[in-house]
């Protein structure tokens, strides 16, 4: 990271900062107020709380409520540039650390045209939106290690008032998966405290559902005490609510007690948490039979995921195939994806159905 910093001068936009404007920053480019800068090079480590994501169904391994990113951001520089500078980077984070032992595949249209001879070009559109509007293109790059086909780093090429920006983001965790070849993130070392707490197996972390949303929100939760954000009459404390219940849900489906919080998060916020999953155990079953869905969600607050956790009436164990995947980050666990041509037919399959 340093020498890509040094070597093009990037100065340093790094906010450290999770909110802005009273919102969660969900994205890391939403804490740069880039219209604002001058042309050149920038870099910044930004946290994001991406609060889409609990919303989400169904949800993969990859599944994270806070990300833990480095992202760069060029301002009006010239296509043979973007693709130099590009080249430092995925030789800086990926090559250097795998070797000869990796091939590099890039999808997503744009103006940048071809990248390196290592790096086979799919084509394929990706359209990329800020506040709703088309501004632009992602182009996504995947590595194959073995015969495993992880993603590697996000790119967005857009244009604003004239102006052309193309931004890298580099999720730390889906790096450290590839980097270590490990079965999913959970196993990396962010998670690896919260996991061995609740003695949780990887099958477990790659397919069950329940399991996925249970790990990752409790490290949510962990890291948004560090700056005290609480249950509140406004928007993050709505938020942190919201993922209390969401967590509660995910305890009540897999019959954990309440203790085992005590193991991650403190004293007060499993109080909250607590507070949360005693409603779900209360409430009168027989207004399920009584009311359809529509009213027990409006006028009882029993919510789709309440209804289905208390009717017990969905399957939340994964199963990975090329034939039912919804997301590019399924591919990695897709064991029937088993070569380039797999692999190709896969990603055009994904964006056709979105």
């Avoid at 080249?87 to 984070?93: E, F, G, I, P």
């Avoid at 489906?253 to 998060?265: F, G, N, R, S, V």
Wanted: charged share 25%.
């Amino acid at each position: 990271m340093n020498n890509v910093i040094e070597k093009y001068h990037c100065r340093d936009i790094s906010s450290k900062k999770i909110t802005k404007d009273k919102w969660f920053i969900g994205s890391a480019l939403q804490s740069v107020n880039y219209t604002d800068l001058s042309s050149g090079y920038y870099y910044y480590n930004q946290p994001t709380i991406w609060t889409r994501m609990l919303s989400v169904d169904p949800v993969n391994p990859y599944w994270e409520v806070h990300n833990e990113t480095e992202n760069f951001l060029l301002i009006d520089r010239s296509n043979a540039e973007i693709v130099y500078f590009l080249q430092s980077v995925l030789a800086t984070y990926v090559q250097e650390k795998l070797g000869e032992c990796i091939k590099l595949y890039s999808f997503g249209k744009g103006s940048l045209g071809f990248l390196d001879a290592n790096i086979q070009e799919i084509e394929l559109e990706v359209p990329f939106h800020i506040n709703k509007q088309r501004v632009g293109n992602y182009r996504k790059i995947f590595a194959l290690v073995g015969d495993r086909f992880y993603p590697a780093i996000d790119c967005a090429e857009f244009q604003i008032n004239k102006r052309g920006y193309f931004e890298i983001n580099i999720n730390l965790s889906y790096l450290e998966m590839l980097c270590d070849q490990l079965d999913c993130i959970f196993c990396g070392k962010r998670y690896l405290e919260i996991v061995d707490s609740f003695g949780i197996g990887s099958e477990q972390l790659i397919s069950d559902q329940r399991v996925i949303r249970l790990i990752s929100l409790v490290e949510t939760v962990k890291f948004i005490e560090k700056y005290q954000i609480t249950v509140a009459s406004n928007y993050l404390g709505h938020t942190v609510k919201k993922i209390y219940k969401l967590l509660a849900i995910q305890m009540f489906l897999l019959k954990i007690d309440i203790d085992m919080l005590k193991k991650c998060l403190k004293g007060a916020t499993v109080e909250a948490i607590d507070k949360e999953l005693v409603k779900l155990q209360k409430i009168d079953t027989d207004l399920l039979k009584k009311y359809d869905p529509f009213t027990l969600s409006d006028r009882y607050g029993i919510t789709k995921e309440i209804q289905d956790a208390l009717n017990n009436s969905r399957e939340y164990v994964r199963h990975y195939s090329k034939k039912t995947i919804k997301y590019f980050t399924d591919i990695p666990f897709c064991g029937d994806i088993t070569g380039e041509k797999d692999f190709i037919e896969t990603v055009y399959k994904i964006q056709a159905g979105k």
